[in-house]
């Protein structure tokens, strides 16, 4: 059997025992682990071992599991399986993001109400987990922060739980960096890996080296450190066998290569790993799916900037497009930034200061603080004079506070310059003092033909967002 054939017999096995799920229910008959035979414990210590251990590698595989799991641990009604069943089915409804949030809250209530029965702090500790982990899938960063920093105190000292361990430090620095907190990032990430080698544990020194944790590098201005530990992690994972590490892979990647100044090779990767991922389980994941959308519109940005290409702004304007199309607050924030970077590269200077204003809004209501201080130095940019300045000194205070090095090549990264035009004195200085008022359109002024012989790399790769082949207009 060839591996997409096997990938296609788990995917209908799944969808088979996720209805089984679904029309049986979380119903169970209390019982005690001494009524349970030895093999069908064993069979449940093995389905449970093997989900828990495929989480970050290959999603569906690890849900097909984790289903087999619940269904075996009902049926049997011991306490610590019904718990693992719970937070099992909670982490699962958060991939899929807020829309199932009142049954997310039910399933970790009952969690923390066995957890506490049982008094184990092992099963409390990985209540907190799931928690901090869902909270990190929801957009509640700092939820996801402080649950995590408490499982992690508890896992390092047992015995027998690197897995979890390497979990809840995933989660606690990916939560940091959605938070902005930078100087959390760079103090914790060495720390990590550094740990993790000493004791050969690839799963959790890998996790840190890729990803949003990679940006830990970037931070200290160390592109070449950076790129090295994704090469590392690319080697250890072979992504073609797995989505998820292709995703970490994906994002480190683009980072890196926005960070660095070049434009065509970030969306270049994008490119070549994104139909993988866009028919994958990755993209079933909410907060997967916003990260790759922002990423390929940033990268569009940065290559339009090196080409001039049109069709680059139709799609950094389509991803922008799927991400508002979904209605969470927080993903919001990175469409209003692509919206600018499309609007203030079409001339329309108005559209793309209120598109910042929305973006700090959004930033600011969801904890974001990198972000709002990037759309502040972004504006500040563009309205000139002494409100100007205020905005951009603010910005950088604060990214020398969270220790990242070179403010101008992060602001690159999170949103590409809008180049010389955007000095103050220029037009779109002038224009941005009008901002508080609403202007009719000014037109599209006519953009510089792409140079000759330049790469015409853009979305005519039959793929787009949503409906393949198609691209949305441009305005």
Known sequence: MTVWQNRLFVLVSLVWLRALLRLRGFRYRRREERDITPLVQARIAGTWAAAIHLTMFDSIWSAELHCQNALLALRAGTSLQILRAYTAEAMSLGLAGRSNRRRIDRLLSMATDLAQ?????????????????????????????????????????????????????????????????????????????????????????????????????????????????????????PPRLFDVPRYMNLMAATHIELYDGTGEAAYRRVLRDWASLRWGAAFR??????????????????????????????????????????????????????????????????????????????????????????????????????????????????????????????????????????????RLTRAGNSVERELGDEGTPRHAERPRGASLIAVRTAESLDDPGVLPRDE
């Open 117 to 237: 029965r049982i008094g184990d702090a092992h099963a409390e500790a990985w209540v907190a987990l799931s928690r901090g982990a869902t909270a990190f899938f929801l957009g509640e960063w700092q939820e996801g922060q402080e649950q995590c920093a408490a499982a992690e105190q508890v896992f390092r000292e047992r015995a027998g739980a690197l897995f979890e361990l390497g979990s809840c430090r995933a989660f606690r620095v990916w939560s940091s960096m959605m938070r902005g907190e930078f100087r959390e990032v760079l103090r914790l990430v060495p720390h990590y890996v550094q740990e993790a080698e000493s004791r050969g544990d690839l799963y959790s020194a890998t996790y840190q080296m890729t990803g949003f944790s990679n940006v830990a590098w970037l931070s200290k201005d160390d592109v070449a450190e950076a790129r090295k530990m994704l090469a590392l992690a690319e080697e250890r994972w």
């Open 285 to 426: 994941v909410q907060i997967a799916r916003f990260g790759m959308r922002f990423a390929r519109g940033l990268a569009a940005l940065a290559a339009y900037d090196a080409t001039r290409d049109r069709a680059l702004l139709r799609d950094a304007q389509g991803c922008a497009r799927a991400i508002a199309s979904e209605g969470v607050l927080w993903s919001q924030a990175f469409g209003e930034i692509l919206q600018f970077g499309v609007s203030v590269r079409r001339g329309k200077i108005e559209d793309a200061l209120k598109h910042l204003v929305l973006a700090e809004e959004k930033s600011a209501a969801t904890g974001m603080r990198l972000h709002r201080a990037v759309v502040r130095h972004r504006r500040g940019e563009i309205v000139g004079g002494d409100e100007g300045r205020c905005l951009i000194d603010e910005a950088r205070a604060f990214m020398t506070e969270q220790q990242i090095r070179c403010p101008d090549r992060m602001l690159a990264m999170l949103s590409p310059a809008v180049g010389p035009s955007a000095s103050p004195g220029s």
